[in-house]
C-alpha cells in the first residue's frame, strides 16, 4: 500500500539521545517518509534543538517540518526565528499555539494558532508549507466542540495547507471530524495522528494532558497487564495496526506518527500495514 507517511521526533535533551535519535531515523528512514516533523517547546524553550535537529533531518536528504508555537511570542521574535529557518532552507512548518508551563504569564502578541498562521502568511507569502494541529475528540480548553470546530475553520482559512490530528483511538470521532470541517467550507487534508502503545503508564498520562479519550476497554486491558511490558507492547502494536487499517481502508490522506523517538513500534506498523 502507498500511502504518504510522516514521523514525528522530539529534540533530544543530551547528547547521547541525540546520537539515540540518528539511529532511530535511520531505522524509519527505510519507509521513505514525506516528511519528519520536530517539535518545538513552547515559549522557545527548545528552539536550538528543534532547529538543529531540523537541520540534521534536511542535511540527511529527508523534507523536515519545524514545530512553531506562538504562545508568549512578540512579533519580533517570531520574525526573526521565521528569517533563521528561511536561512536554514526549511520549507515546512507545523504551527501552533502551545502551551505555556504553568507559572508563566500569558502575555505575548499571539493569543491562537490562527494569529500565527496569518502572520507567517503576511510575512513570508508562500515561502512555508503550513501545516495546523485538528482535534476529532475537542481541544481540551475548548468552549464547545462547535467552537472548536469553528476556530479550526478559522486557523485554516488564515492560510494553512493540511492538518494533523491529536492522535484518537476512536475512528468515528476523525471521520465525523472530517465531515463536519468539509461542512464549513473546509476541505484540506486532515491527517490522523497516530499514537504507538508502547507504555501504559505514558500513554495515560499523555491523554489525560491532551483530552485524547483511551477507550475504558483499551484502558482495562493495559492496566490488566500491570508491568507485564512485553503485553503491553503486543496489544498496543494489534490495536494501532488495526486503527491504522481502518483509516487506510478509508482513504486517509497519510498518516502521522508520534514517534517518541522510538522506531520498533512504528516499523512495525508499517510492516504489518504493507506500507
Ligand atoms: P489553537 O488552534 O489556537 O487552539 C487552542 C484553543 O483555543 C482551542 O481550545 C480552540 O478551540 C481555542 N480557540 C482557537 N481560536 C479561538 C478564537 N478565535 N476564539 C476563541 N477560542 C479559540 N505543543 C507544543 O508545545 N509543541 C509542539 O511542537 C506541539 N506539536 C503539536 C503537534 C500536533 C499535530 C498537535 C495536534 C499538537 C501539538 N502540540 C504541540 C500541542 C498544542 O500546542 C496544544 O494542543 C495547544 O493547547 C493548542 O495548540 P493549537 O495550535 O491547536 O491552538
Known amino acids: 500500500m502507498s500511502l504518504p507517511i510522516s514521523f514525528e521526533f522530539f529534540p533530544p535533551k543530551t547528547p547521547e539521545g541525540a546520537d539515540k535519535l540518528r539511529a532511530t531515523r535511520q531505522l ?3 519507509q521513505k517518509p514525506e516528511f519528519c516533523s520536530v517539535t518545538f517547546g513552547a515559549g522557545g524553550s527548545t528552539q536550538d534543538g528543534t532547529f538543529g535537529t531540523v537541520k540534521e ?5 529527508v523534507d523536515a517540518a519545524c514545530h512553531f508555537s506562538c504562545v508568549g ?3 519580533a521574535t517570531v520574525r526573526a526565528q521565521l528569517a533563521t529557518l528561511r536561512a536554514m532552507n526549511v520549507k515546512r512548518l507545523v504551527a501552533l499555539r502551545g502551551d505555556l508551563p504553568s507559572g508563566y504569564g500569558i502575555g505575548g502578541e499571539f493569543h491562537y494558532a490562527s494569529d500565527l498562521v496569518a502572520f507567517i502568511r503576511a510575512e513570508t507569502g508562500d515561502a512555508f508549507r503550513i501545516e495546523v494541529a485538528a ?3 475537542v481541544h481540551p480548553q475548548a468552549k464547545s466542540a462547535e467552537a472548536d470546530l469553528q476556530a479550526f475553520a478559522t486557523k485554516v482559512k488564515a492560510g494553512a495547507n493540511s492538518a494533523i490530528t491529536q492522535y484518537f483511538f476512536n475512528t468515528d470521532a476523525y471521520f465525523r471530524f472530517v465531515d463536519d470541517a468539509a461542512a464549513l467550507g473546509v476541505d484540506l487534508a486532515i491527517v490522523p495522528g497516530i499514537m504507538p502503545i508502547t507504555s501504559s503508564t505514558q500513554l495515560m498520562r499523555f491523554s489525560d494532558a491532551c483530552g485524547a479519550e483511551i477507550p475504558r ?5 493495559l492496566q490488566g497487564y500491570g508491568d507485564d511490558i512485553q503485553s503491553i507492547k503486543a496489544f498496543g502494536l494489534d490495536v494501532v495496526t488495526d486503527l491504522c487499517d481502518q483509516l487506510c481502508r478509508a482513504g486517509v490522506p497519510g498518516i502521522h506518527f508520534y514517534t517518541m523517538n522510538q522506531s ?5 506498523i508499517c510492516k504489518r500495514l504493507g506500507l
Do not use: S
Open 28 to 30: 524509519l528512514y527505510a
Open 57 to 61: 533531518i534536511l542535511d540527511e536528504g
Open 73 to 75: 511570542a512578540t512579533k
Open 135 to 137: 482535534y476529532p475528540e
Open 217 to 221: 476497554w483499551i484502558r482495562l486491558r
Open 264 to 268: 520498533a513500534a512504528t516499523l512495525e
